[in-house]
C-alpha cells in the first residue's frame, strides 16, 4: 500500500513528485532495452538477415507510461500538496488521512499518530454489534431496557425516555440514535449488548484493523479526563459539570494531559481511512449490514459544517463526528471521519481529527471543509 505521509517536524514519509520520477526512472532501469534489428551477414555477396538462435518472449507485464498513471495507481500532486500544506499551517495537533476507495493509496498528514476519538468510536460499536448480527449472535430487532442506573453523561436525549420503570426499544432504534445523535446511553446499551470493549478490540483485530484503540466507555473515560472517579449519580441533570467544577484547576490540566499524552480511544488517521474503505467494500461487514449503516451515516445530524460543509451538493457523505472536552480555552478531540462519494460513483474515506488545538470553531471548520473541497477539486486530477 502506498502512504504518502507528511508529519511536523518530520521528513515526508513519501510520495513527493521527485521521489515519483526517481522511482518511475528505477522501473524503467530494470527493463532491457528493446532488441535492435538483427545484424546483417554476407553470403556470395548477398545481404542475408541473421537468424536468431534463441526464442523470443514478449514481456509478461511490461511497465506503463507514466501518462497512463491514474488515481486509482497514485493521487494527484495536487491534493498531496493541498494536504501538507493545510496540516502544517493549522494552529494545534492535527491528522489527516485521504483514501480512495479500491486504491492502493493513502494521503496523510501526521496519518500515524493516534488521536483522541471521543464518539467516532461509536463506528466501531455499530460495526461490532452488526458483525454479531451476521454471525447470529443477536438481532437488531431484540430489545433492550435502559434504565436510570444505565445513564452516561454529557449528550445523551435518551435520558429524557427514562421514566422509574426504565425505557426499552429495540437495538435498531439505539444504534440509529447512537449514530445520527451521538447518543451516549444508546451507544454504551449497544456496547453491553454486544460483549463490551473487549468484544471491539476483538472484532477490529478480526478485520486486521491495527492502530485504533477501544476505550473503557463513555462513563470511565470522560471521568478519568476530567481527574474524577465515576460515580453514578454524575449522570442525573448536570452532577458531573458540578463535580468536575469542583476539581482543582492543577489536576484537570493534568489529567487531561494525561489523556492527551496516550488516549484510551487513540486512533490513527490513516487506520480510519483504511477500516471505511473496508466498509465500503463490504470488507468489514456483510453487504446487507454495510448497506443499513452507510445509510444511517448518511442520516447523521451532528457536524454539518465539518467536512459535510465542504462536500459539493452533487457528492453524497455519510459520517461520524466526535468531540472532547475543553479546559482553559483548548478544545479536543474535535473530530469527522466518513465517505464521500462523487457523482461517477468514486468513493474517498476522510478523515481529520483536531487532538487539541485553542482556535475558534469557525476555523476548525475552514480546515476540515478545505480537506474535503481538496478532495472534490483534485478528482481524476493528474
Not at 435502559?146 to 453523561?153: E, N, S
Amino acid at each position: 500500500m502506498k502512504h504518502i505521509g507528511f508529519g511536523r517536524g518530520k521528513r515526508p514519509e513519501g510520495g513527493s513528485s521527485t521521489r515519483l520520477i526517481l522511482l518511475i526512472a528505477a522501473l524503467s532501469a530494470c527493463v532491457s532495452a528493446p532488441e535492435q534489428p538483427p545484424a546483417q551477414a554476407r553470403d556470395n555477396g548477398a545481404v542475408q538477415p541473421k537468424t536468431a538462435t534463441f526464442p523470443i518472449r514478449t514481456v509478461a507485464n511490461p511497465p506503463r507510461p507514466y501518462q497512463d498513471i491514474d488515481q486509482r495507481e497514485a493521487p494527484s500532486p495536487a491534493l498531496v500538496s493541498v494536504v501538507r500544506n493545510l496540516g502544517q499551517s493549522f494552529n494545534g495537533h492535527v491528522g489527516i488521512a485521504v483514501k480512495r476507495v479500491g486504491s492502493d493509496w493513502t494521503v496523510a498528514y501526521n496519518g500515524n499518530q493516534l488521536f483522541p476519538q471521543q464518539s467516532v468510536s461509536k463506528l466501531w460499536v455499530s460495526m461490532a454489534f452488526l458483525d454479531a448480527v451476521d454471525r447470529g449472535k443477536i438481532r437488531l430487532s431484540d430489545s433492550a431496557t435502559i434504565t436510570r442506573a444505565d445513564l452516561t453523561l454529557f449528550h445523551q436525549p435518551t435520558a429524557a425516555l427514562v421514566g422509574s420503570t426504565g425505557w426499552t426499544t429495540t437495538y435498531a432504534d439505539l444504534m440509529r440514535r447512537a449514530m445520527t445523535q451521538s447518543d451516549n446511553t444508546a451507544n454504551d446499551t449497544l456496547l453491553r449488548a454486544v460483549g463490551g470493549p473487549d468484544a471491539v478490540r476483538a472484532f477490529l483485530a478480526r478485520r486486521m484493523i491495527r492502530d485504533i484503540r477501544f476505550g473503557p466507555g463513555e462513563r470511565l473515560l470522560q471521568a478519568t479526563t476530567a481527574g474524577l472517579e465515576w460515580r453514578q449519580d454524575y449522570a442525573i441533570g448536570r452532577n458531573f459539570y458540578a463535580a468536575r467544577n469542583r476539581v482543582p484547576m492543577a489536576a484537570r490540566q493534568r489529567a487531561l494531559d494525561n489523556y492527551l499524552a496516550s488516549p484510551p480511544d487513540g486512533a490513527a488517521p490513516a487506520s480510519i481511512v483504511q477500516a471505511l474503505a473496508k466498509l465500503k467494500q463490504n470488507d468489514m461487514l456483510s453487504s446487507s449490514s454495510s448497506s443499513l449503516l452507510m445509510s444511517i451515516m448518511e442520516e447523521a445530524k451532528t457536524g454539518p459544517q465539518r467536512i459535510k460543509g465542504g462536500v459539493p451538493h452533487d457528492w453524497r457523505y455519510m459520517h461520524k463526528t466526535g468531540t472532547g472536552q475543553e479546559l482553559g480555552g483548548r478544545s479536543t478531540g474535535f473530530n469527522d471521519v466518513g465517505i464521500m462519494t462523487a457523482p461517477d460513483g468514486t468513493s474517498y474515506a476522510v478523515a481529520v481529527m483536531i487532538g487539541s488545538t485553542t482556535v475558534p470553531i469557525p476555523t476548525r471548520w475552514a480546515l476540515m471543509q478545505a480537506v474535503a473541497q481538496a478532495v472534490a477539486a483534485n478528482h481524476e486530477k493528474r
